[in-house]
């Protein structure tokens, strides 16, 4: 019955301003919820959405105070970087074209960015920014929020301790079925500019859910791509970007792997799915079933280990909220990249050294994230020719 | 993709404080995570602990300011009333035989009150407790908890249009094995009280979690219970409770069913289960994958409805926060029960009258639930004798 | 990947013959597929039908020998046991209340006999069976088929050698739903016999399945029952069998069980499910799974048996015909009776001694069988009083 | 409640013979059962092994007629052909390499060949034998058994039906781990021919499970392949044929797919596993638990239907034995091509026309499997450059 961020004695909350996420936004919600799962951020100021009235309006609705509900980011940074007790953090959920220009006014200024992924929409912007933020000196974390969750962390720790030999095959995939029909033709808000090339980037559901794949297997299996074979597909008549990805892998060591991103799988929800097999063993994870992963041994019967129960260790503990048997979802596994994000910036703000244990993806992950969609689509566009990360 | 707090325009948070829950405690750093998880309710004010250094030390630890954490409960009832900004709500999350004692100190001035369940360790206690209660009118919430997931309400929701036809059976099951062995021997503190009729009240299994699995069931199929046979047991050597209960019941109107509580039952992590049978169809759910919810029609296939997915209606939508495929937890479902009492509450403090979807459990399903426990003792007693609540 | 029967050097065929299980019965064409899928037996004489043109008409079917396709069981028993090749064996499919006049015809001739279960129709009946076919000394077999499954087999013998420890809970539950509307009224033939008491016994749903669910919990545990408390119901209108049961048991030693049968839950196929909890692990088995049993241990994570699978021992492995993965079902459960009880028949025939691993239901499990089901009904009616087996 | 073979007016049983399938052979004893399960078959003479001793002791252990069982096969063809009784059909079940030549010696006599799948073990040698079998008249069937799995007919039927709508994605696999360690090395007589180019050919994993989860494909979908890129691993070293394969197939008409076979995935057994999506549907299924069949509409709940249970249709129930909840399994599975060739045997017996209903694979499945390994081969050859199969 580990509880973590609860009886800890804390440090004040993390002052916490946001881009983008204003009303019929998803992804913000999200994002604001999961800062307040572990108390430890405080939203104080916004800039909801590119239209200024709609951002005073969804300022209102959240309680923020209306003299820091901006009408521009630029200005949000601006004004915020002035004030004593201005933000500390700001959490940028845009559209993927803007994700850049929004995380470069605020971490010139110092500001501690938390930026959904992708971490930009085209790979020159990606490496423009990870310089720009590394020199910075920033803590910069990226919302790949599946890395988050207990199991996952368990299955790298698993993985890093050989529990399971020399890993060969990675089997990841990603399906969907929300864009199995032109939805970006009604207007859709997230259709339409997650399938517009100019705001999501050159990949589809390589970007939007093929990126998680891909950083989901970097980060249990530690591997590194050689190169990669890519067919992308756009099923839907009319559609600008890919909705279909299958892509062969080749790992550095000579591990191999398969990925299936689809947001055309008629019937599929959420199923980012991982397995993993070395030669002493095995894991399989699924994301809608998150508080189990199993584990398959050679030569002995397959176990199941649950979030905080028996066999599993400190890695997946250090970010569990209530015994096993109670579970936990995705706003939990999205909360702990905010808890370990706060970690760091607590860490920065108190000159403290950060507990190693602490992990969340960042500038690292966007690279590699914004490259495999890179590689992906020049791959295709050849036939499907093996490409390395152009990293 | 149904968001509910976020972006409904808000009322300012309700001020909440807390009773027990310090240093240690399971459920109280539960209730304030499921307190956070909306936005509408601030904790301001604190008693954590009957051990004054201990309710210091745990209110330092969650940031509360030190002149609002008290020494008493009947301290800080009575301080907290004077203050213009005192609290409106008080958790209480102690040990069953502290709730009445606890809840009356608030009631009587006027501070709504959220408990967690079961309502008291004894019956007499529960009916003056809830007299009191109503007398007062203040918005009592008791934490019935597995009420508050989604599903759970759509399956409520299809029982009372009748798309299960008349219900024959009612099957509810809740194992556990954290009380296999004799942990209250080692000072486990959650052992200790929870195996300790005077703490817990005469149920040991029944009363911790037979009262959710009666409760759920009833909840579901809005079935009154005409009479029950329990046999308890005590399979562990010097336990003063029972630590498993089968009962068989009655209820009005012809239908029967079976309900399993243990907590004895080896490598049962929190296996809440319902099934219930009608002419027309049956559900079943688990509370370890609580986003599902399976129809078992008679002469069709079965299928598998989920949490914001196509076919699910308005009494799951509204409180669900992430689109299906993205799983809710048990916080979630937690939050769920404070979000609807802050609906009451607000609504109080507005002087507006409560949107009739709300629904939380209160008075009512507390008496039942000590009611139950009382006749499972009762029954048992009297080698399984068929008893009716004393209600 | 274990072989059995195909690669033991092999005695020749019994010669087997058949009273019921003529056109448009179901259980006489399992059995006769049970019969050849190890090749120890040889279908050559049989009485098909009480119905003498369908008797004739269902020989023809089958194959058989017009003069060995005979108009009444009473006849055959005379014919064959005169023949020098006359059948060694019988197998009885007829409803249940010709089990007895049909056995007693067979086993006074030294004719071995296996019979569909249950013993028969009422317990005087039983007793009667029991004695003469005791006296006899033939081979009697039951087909409790499910006994059969090779993970019933391993669960058994984890039982038996302590691996769960000391056994405290047997909750099993058998639900079907093909009775949950007057079927008997449209004439279905299973429907119509097994539905009426005359022919079926006084038990409906106890009778055909709960007499399954309570020999399948004794065959794993090796348990005593010491009494029951049952509630029954005939959930539809004018039916004259139970077609819904509850019943709580408590057996010698101090565990405890509920035990649910019924026809009326809408939307269940075959869901025979046996749990049993022991002080140190539980194991949960599914009929409807047959090949995985699940064994969950107390403070370690629960883990998979798969027939044929690593972890697996000796009892399960002997009736084992495929390798793990390729799942065995019904029809191989079922002719694991057949192949059992052919190692008994053959080892008398060739007065060869039996091996000690040889394992099926036989008159004592066909005694309990009866006797649960007259308990049940004298329980019942007693308003779920404790009664015992009157064996 | 269907029941197949057993209450149909019967022909006499095939005279069958076998060649392989001696002691210790895995497959021989699998296809002996399958062909008893509906009594059409009655396995009469046999060349059990390549060693002479091997095959008299083989053949005796199974009752056969010493004078029956042969030292050669070519011997077998010769005398068997020339008996007024002799065999209809003979079973091959040697290694792949033998399956050409002893095929010849039969078809060119007249006999019916039912034969082990890849069809042999060349892609020249495929050609050759489907020539020559298509010019002898004969009937020839190859156990891809999988496409006799009652699920998998109604699989294909709703495809056929546009139940799926145009069909978009083919994801098929089958995992199994009993090469993951150099097994050859150790003398097990399945590892050490399967690992043989020589004896199984060019393909290792390809060969022996890619074929099948490739017919699997084909026959639910009725997709024909353009082109595939295949990247194939020998995982263990020294290991001379693939132990596990990565390919992508785009299908003519746009649909794509990707199909992983492995040998080496630890902790699987015989996960073979089809999913399939269209634009209206998708389906899913898993060999190992083969009686359900997921069903997953776009917009709607996804449901599962059941062998034998409600929703499903003819082309099911027409290879179905027992009611639905009652699982069929592996077996049944293979004695449904059994039993389909039989009808086609019995058609070509007795003259009659056969039912179009009748569905196996054959001469065509098998060529295309034996170009499927071959394409593999080639395209990995050339760094996974797409090829078409050479027909």
Redesign the interface.
Known sequence: ?A?TA?????S??IRLGMVGGG??A?I???H??AS????QYELVAGCFSSNPEKSKA?G????IDPGRTYESFAEMAMREARKKDGIEAVAIVTPNHMHAPVALQFLKRGIHVICDKPLTATLPEAKKLAKAAEASGVVFALTHNYTGYPMIRQAQAMVAAGE??EI??V?V?YA??WL??PLEASGQK?ADWRTDPARSGAGGATGDIGTHAFNLANFVTGLELEAL?A?L?S?VPGRRVDD?G?V?M?FKG?A???L?C?Q????????LRL?V??????IEWE?????YLW????????????RG???TGAAAARVT????????????GFANIYAEAARAIIARREGTPLDPAVTFPGLKEGLEGVAFVDACVRSSKR??A?VALNL
């Open positions: 019955m509880i609860a009886h800890v004695a804390r004040p909350r009303r019929d998803f913000g919600a999200v604001r919820i307040r799962i572990d108390d969804s209102a609705d959240l309680g399971l030999g060969r095959l089997q995939e969907q079925d199995a029909e997230q074979s067919d597909q099923f279909n299958h062969l080749r000579g191999r792997g398969m299936w689809s055309v799988a008629s019937g599929c929800e959420n199923g397995r097999y070395g030669t002493k063993a095995g994301q809608e079933n998150p508080n584990v398959t041994p050679l030569g002995a019967p397959r176990y199941r280990l649950t129960g028996p066999g909220r209530v015994p096993s048997g109670h579970p936990e979802g995705y706003l939990e036939d499907a093996w």
